[in-house]
């Protein structure tokens, strides 16, 4: 289960922030902290969860502890005695909220093109530095200029 609560903490910071750093300065917490959290096998503490749900409240609790749900903000069903207006907004923010998670996998599926790319640049460029196999100084040596 835990493995799940990094994932879905993982899941928040690609949502919510631009990196691990960003994302710890918008719960106030450590950078360190969130790193240790995700990456060296240390569980994901209550205070940790706690700062991620006051600072965006339109995260499910029952998603980010349980993944619970399909999606991890709270449900935006229309509830009994809603005005026009308030079914219009959640009919808005279900459509963004829709928007930005294609969006959000669109700039995963590009950051890993940009990847590979850089890789394959860092490679030509290399391949360019290469010393050719011959010196330009040997090939001016020649019997004439001694």
């Known amino acids: 289960m835990e493995k799940d609560v990094k994932q879905r903490v993982m899941d928040l910071i690609d949502i919510k922030a631009d990196s691990v750093y960003s994302f710890a ?26 700062a991620i749900l ?7 609790a029952e998603w980010l502890l349980r993944g ?6 709270i449900d935006e069903q229309p509830k009994d005695g809603d005005t026009d207006k308030q079914l219009a907004d959640r009919a808005e923010l279900t459509r963004l909220r829709t928007e930005n ?8 599926e ?3 093109v940009n990847e590979y790319q850089d890789k394959r640049l860092d490679k030509m460029i290399a ?5 050719p196999p011959y010196s330009i100084a040997a090939d001016n040596e020649t019997p004439y200029n001694k």
């Open 25 to 50: 300065k918008q719960i106030k917490v450590a950078q360190t902290t969130i790193s240790e959290y995700l990456n060296n096998g240390k569980k994901v503490s209550f205070t940790i969860i706690r």
């Open 54 to 60: 006051d600072t965006y409240p339109d995260v499910s």
């Open 68 to 73: 619970k749900g399909d999606t991890c903000y």
């Open 101 to 108: 998670e294609e969006l959000r996998k669109m700039i995963i």
């Open 110 to 112: 590009l950051r890993a």
């Open 127 to 131: 391949i360019l530095h290469q010393e």
